[in-house]
């Protein structure tokens, strides 16, 4: 008789961004193009045979791409629609290896520590937007 091996990972949402809870019971489902995130500032791949998928990270700064209407990483020097500010990915999310989009949920009205978020953000080049995320950097 052959016995079943059952494993299971637990992960925790760190969101040592998030200042305050103000805006986290109103975020919006999106969907990120993986094929603009960079390892290891993005998100962790998985180097666990067992568990196959890489982890998104919360707190990334997201910019929503105009052609596709699908997110990428915010980026102020950017053309394609991600120079304006979103928002930040709220929970972190698991994406198989060749996924090509990734839905997530994007906090975009709230307060995050500027210090904390991941790959960083300088919020001297963000630029106000009405249709842009109404974030408070501290």
């Excluded at 079943?4 to 193009?33: F, K, M």
């Excluded at 102020?76 to 060749?98: T, W």
Aim: hydrophobic share 35%.
């Amino acid at each position: 008789m052959t016995t079943p091996i059952t494993t299971s990972a637990t992960y925790n949402a760190g969101r040592p961004w998030l200042a305050s809870r103000h805006g986290t019971d109103q975020t919006e489902t999106v969907t990120i193009d993986a094929s603009k995130l960079v390892a290891n500032t993005h998100y962790v791949a998985s180097t666990d045979s067992t568990q196959p998928y890489s982890r998104l990270l919360s707190g990334i700064p997201l910019g929503k791409i105009s052609a596709s209407g699908l997110y990428g990483p915010y980026d102020p020097a950017a053309a394609d629609g991600r120079q304006i500010l979103a928002g930040l990915v709220f929970d972190e999310a698991l994406f198989a290896p060749g996924q090509p989009r990734i839905p997530c949920a994007l906090l975009w009205h709230g307060v995050a520590r500027t210090s904390k978020v991941p790959g960083g953000i300088d919020t001297t080049k963000i630029t106000p937007s009405a249709v842009g995320a109404q974030l408070r950097f501290v």
